[in-house]
């Protein structure tokens, strides 16, 4: 069963009949929508899959996690696979992005032991999104490190730039043949911040001040790694493309006539995008911005060197220029305000010396607290990255809205901020020039939200996690978003 209708041919823009709602996206734009291993699979210790952090974390309760959830069982797609065909089919999308559970493939996360099982399980979703006209884009890791590697000293330690490295190689040559788009890590900011600084996502590790730097400092070494070995041991014969997907925020100053809350805005910026970008994209080092900052703030605690750690000359020259693609996660923008920093106790956020100023004209998606609906700060941030970073070929490789569950199928807020968006995106593309190739919705499905548990609903279909069948049931976003894929575009409404 489709839910497209038949496919209208819209008009190509010019700017006299400029209408957002009649306007075509350009050719073979990618159309997705994306997922990731721990949040949708279960079966987290089925057939020789050994334990990730995101394992041990829900499993030592704690209420770190909404009503001490776990990802235990999840959406089952571990063995409700073809169910996942399904709802990708009745969307009819281009392209799906999953993760690999490195944990499934090498349960000790080394290829010391290989679980032919997992290699199983990806070979036949890449397989089965092949022949179904579907092209996968797959991440290595969306937070789920196996807990061996953890157990010795995970993303804060080097030694997992090798281990990363190998895991890596072991997925290109095992799936490479067939994918052909890579993204190494999912939002190091993410894992930084909320994995290894506040500790609220797993690991859960708190080090205020260190954490973050130093466990983004290695995914950063990590990632330009994995890349060099692609481009030198896989791309001649594969010919794929490899990136790593960064999440941003866009960051607008309180007051737009003050100049501190303007350096306040492009500083959020630095922390945020930056921090990754800059490196990869440009030059191999970390923003200046962040740099100095940083050691300023650390003068004035009294600690001799800085807290952000240095690349050394070669590995400025091995991180520079890593990334074949932009893959962007979007989901909010926020108001920044100079915050001087008059703190003793290190962190990152008060390095930033700005802070978040909440606007309450900004609709907040109801099932994440954090998540203000701002379509055109997505316009404003694609302007950024083209501006900023030589004007690369871009991919929006997450961007949703949650609704709280009990969530009604009839979505109809949450369809009209998906066309707000889709709005913006077309004037990114057709006004400002923005090289931008495809977007994917976060998520194919409810999912297992971190520590949001089951209440936070980003899916396209609904998933019934109350019966054990999980069935998939699509929101009227589902069947609004098949429309857009078939037409290549909006189309106004019939009504
Ligand atoms: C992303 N924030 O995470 C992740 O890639 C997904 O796994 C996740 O389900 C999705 O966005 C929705 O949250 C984020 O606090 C987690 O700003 C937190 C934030 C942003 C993104």
């Known amino acids: 069963m489709s839910l497209a209708p038949t496919s209208i041919v819209l008009s190509s823009p010019s700017p006299s009949n400029w209408d957002p709602e009649n306007v075509s996206f350009p050719e073979e734009f990618a ?21 990730s952090v995101w394992d041990t974390f829900t499993h030592q309760g704690g209420d770190r996690v909404f009503k001490n959830q776990t990802g235990d069982v999840a959406c089952g797609s571990y063995t409700l696979w073809e169910e996942d065909l399904k709802c990708i089919k009745q969307l009819g999308l281009t392209h799906y992005r999953f993760s690999l559970s490195w944990s499934r493939l090498l349960p000790d996360g080394t290829t010391g032991f290989i679980n032919q099982k997992g290699v199983d399980y990806y070979d036949t979703a890449i397989d089965s999104l092949l022949a179904n006209g579907v092209t996968p884009v ?17 993303w804060r330690s080097g030694a997992i730039v090798a281990a990363f490295d190998a895991y890596a190689q072991f997925c290109f040559r095992t799936f490479g043949d067939r994918v052909k788009l890579w993204l190494t890590i999912n939002e190091p900011y993410v894992l930084a911040t909320l994995g290894y600084e506040e500790g609220v996502m797993a690991p859960g590790i ?41 999440n941003s925020d866009w960051a607008e100053p309180f007051d737009p006539n003050s100049p501190a809350d303007q350096e306040a805005a492009k500083r959020h910026m630095a ?9 990869i994209f ?97 316009r404003r941030l694609l302007k950024y990255i083209k501006d900023t970073y030589n004007h690369p070929i871009i991919y929006i490789t997450e961007n949703g809205f949650s609704q709280s569950d009990p ?80 037409n290549n575009g909006l189309v106004k409404s019939q009504e």
Not at 141 to 152: A, G, K, M, S, T
Not at 271 to 279: E, G, K, Q, V
Request: glycine share 8%; with cysteine; aromatic share 14%.
């Open 271 to 279: 922390f945020c995008l930056d921090w990754f970008a800059t490196p």
């Open 206 to 246: 708190k080090e205020l001040g260190t954490g973050a730097y130093q466990s983004a400092h290695n995914m950063i070494k990590a990632h330009a790694v994995a890349w060099h070995s692609y481009n030198q041991l896989f791309r001649k014969k594969q010919g794929g493309l490899v990136s790593i997907a960064l």
């Open 138 to 154: 797959v991440t290595l890791y969306h937070f789920d490190l196996p807990q061996h590697l953890e157990h010795q000293g995970g």
């Open 31 to 51: 159309w997705g929508a994306s997922t990731a291993a721990y949040q949708i699979e279960g079966g987290w210790d089925a057939d020789g899959k050994g334990p």
């Open 407 to 486: 969530a009604p199928l009839d979505d109809t807020q949450r369809w009209e901020y998906f066309k707000l968006t889709l709005q913006e995106i077309l004037k990114a593309i057709y006004i400002d020039g923005v090289q931008l190739k495809g977007y994917f919705v976060w998520s194919l499905l409810d999912n297992f939200e971190w520590t949001c548990g089951y209440r936070s609903r980003f899916g396209l279909f609904h998933v019934d996690f109350e019966n054990p069948a999980l069935p998939r049931v699509p929101y009227k976003s589902a069947i609004e978003y098949a429309k857009v894929v078939a």
């Open 282 to 378: 440009l030059d191999g080092d970390y923003p200046a911005i962040m740099k100095s900052k940083i050691s300023a703030v650390c003068k004035r605690q009294g600690i001799p060197s800085s807290r952000l750690p240095e690349f050394t000359d070669a590995e400025k020259m091995m991180i520079k220029g890593t990334a074949d693609f932009f893959a962007l996660n979007y989901y909010t923008s926020r108001k920044m305000k100079h915050q001087e920093n008059t703190n003793a106790q290190p962190s990152m956020s008060a390095d930033k010396e700005a802070e978040e100023v909440t606007d309450p004209s900004w609709p907040v998606a109801s099932g994440s607290s954090w998540l203000a609906v701002v379509p055109w700060g997505l």
